[in-house]
């Protein structure tokens, strides 16, 4: 099976023009194409569910079937299955496919594959070597989708690697950047085809699972955990910058702090250096949501009830158009961030960097898991003990604890098949979202500064301490579940006592 490995970049018209004429590319090897794209799929897009992509290709006279297996994008980077052979349209032989699996299930459905979408560009290649052994095709594809009655613009640059490493390929990537505004593209030609196909609207995608096994080599497990996260990010940009859905938003920081918890896990094992460069640049990018997305949970949980507990006393419609005003302010901020050249940038260096971590002397992850979640564990127990009842900036210290051991529990997930893992995910789940309620109003209190007149702002900041105040015992008794679960997982003492959760942990894996 070969394998296709490269990098799309997505780019404005001008700098489209402007790319054949980059030093990188002055007396290189060059082609122009225009291709002629099918694409097939079953009435029920079986295909589509399997991630498989079969087309026929018109290249001048001849015709190609290819056949890919269409595996997820992250930062651009796609690295995936594919089998080409000479075909005529409309036949379908797959006896090239040497994936036994693949080929089988290619076979049962020929009869009912149809022709679902086409695209239709021109290629401007480049062939660059930068050093012995490297090659690298730099393709400039202009062009459009055509899915059913709906058409598409194409224009986005295809990097693929030909020969050397995938350094290689993101030094190049990282040059051509350098030079022109180019974005790391979400999502390959076929998956935006058959968006537009679907025409459905625009939905906030969740973290997915991620499948890491206990024989992985641990940095391994690194860098698939956080190309996913970025994979999760991706998948919820064109929805911040498009729609005013709230959840578009909260999903965005929700995978940047999954990935900035994975940072911290791994943290002994990453080179210094990495944590310093990257840590503070997503920090950066997280505060520049997090107004938006404060003002997003005001508006939507806080508001109606403070317009209801105040009726006669606080203007409903002037406060409800002050924050409307503020969410409306506070989206544009997110808005110009996720459609930066710093973000562009912040994506294409960190999978570079990620992609070059060195592999060794980490060990397998089945030896890292049971250390990381006892260091984790330890932690929050440690936080817990502190007085938190009155301590709102303990209990914070305490909810980004619960995050980085709950984002554990769900990264390791397949590994951990303790019957009390479930349990214990599930009492730390119920803690976490306590202490988030508890959170939204100790910023709904800084927040009605903002938008109330001085007169009201005194009475209905001690509302929202009297609301905190009547959480505060449920508060502590999931707490107190919490800490009685929690014991099992902690490291033994010095005496040698019972063997440890994590230890325990450790033999199942």
């Not at 050093?131 to 986005?156: H, K």
């Not at 995938?166 to 085809?193: G, T, V, W």
């Amino acid at each position: 099976m070969a394998t296709e490995t490269e990098i799309k970049l997505s780019l404005s018209a001008t700098a489209a023009r402007q790319l054949p004429q980059l030093p990188l590319l002055a007396g290189s090897e060059r082609s122009s194409k225009l291709l002629v794209n099918t694409y097939y799929d079953t009435p029920d897009r079986r295909l589509r569910r399997e991630r498989i992509v079969v087309r026929y290709r018109r290249q001048g006279r001849q015709w190609l079937l290819g056949v890919k297996t269409a595996s997820p994008i992250a930062a651009g980077l796609a690295q995936r299955g594919e089998w080409e052979a000479p075909g005529r349209p409309g036949e379908f032989g797959f006896g090239h496919v040497d994936s036994v699996a693949v080929r089988e299930l290619l076979e049962t459905l020929r009869a009912e594959l149809q022709p679902v979408f086409t695209t239709r560009f021109r290629r401007d290649a480049h062939v660059v070597a930068p050093r012995p052994g490297v090659r690298i095709e730099v393709a400039l594809d202009r062009g459009r989708i055509d899915a059913g009655a709906v058409r598409q613009t194409i224009r986005e640059v295809e990097l693929e690697l030909l020969s050397g490493s995938l350094n290689d390929l993101f030094a190049i990537a990282l040059d051509l950047q350098a030079s022109l505004p180019m974005h790391p593209e979400a999502s390959s030609k076929s998956e935006r085809a058959y968006r537009l196909l679907d025409g459905a609207p625009l939905l906030a995608v969740k973290a997915q699972p991620v499948a890491v096994l206990a024989e992985m080599p641990t940095m391994a497990a690194f860098r698939l955990i956080a190309l996913a996260c970025i994979g999760h990010l991706q998948s919820n940009e064109q929805g911040v910058c498009h729609s005013d859905e709230a959840e578009f938003v909260h999903q965005a920081r929700v995978a940047i702090r999954r990935l900035r918890s994975a940072i911290r896990l791994w943290e002994p094992l990453l080179p210094e250096s990495f944590v310093a460069r990257f840590d503070p640049r997503w920090q950066a990018l997280a505060k520049q949501l997090g107004d938006n997305r404060n003002w997003d949970v005001f508006r939507a949980e806080t508001l109606p009830l403070l317009v209801e507990a105040f009726a006669g006393r606080v203007d409903g419609a002037l406060l409800e158009g002050r924050v409307h005003r503020r969410c409306v302010s506070s989206r544009r901020v997110s808005r110009r961030a996720m459609q930066s050249e710093d973000y562009s940038r912040l994506l294409l260096d960190f999978t570079a960097a990620l992609v070059a971590l060195p592999a060794s002397p980490a060990g397998l992850l089945a030896d890292f898991v049971p250390r990381c979640l006892s260091k984790r564990a330890r932690r929050v127990n440690e936080r817990a003990a502190a007085p938190l009842q009155a301590d709102v900036a303990a209990r914070h210290r305490l909810r980004v604890a619960f995050k980085q051991l709950r984002y554990g529990l769900e990264f390791f997930a397949p590994l951990l098949v303790d019957p009390l893992r479930a349990e214990y995910l599930q009492s730390a789940t119920a803690l976490q979202e306590m202490l988030g309620r508890l959170n939204d109003l100790a910023v709904a209190t800084q927040l009605v500064a903002a938008v109330l007149p001085a007169g009201n702002r005194a009475e209905v900041q001690a509302w929202l301490a009297a609301q905190t105040e009547s959480l505060l015992p449920e508060f502590a008794q999931l707490l107190d579940d919490f800490q009685q679960r929690s014991a099992p997982w902690q490291s033994p003492d010095r005496s040698g006592g019972d063997r440890s959760r994590s230890q325990q942990l450790a033999h199942s894996l």
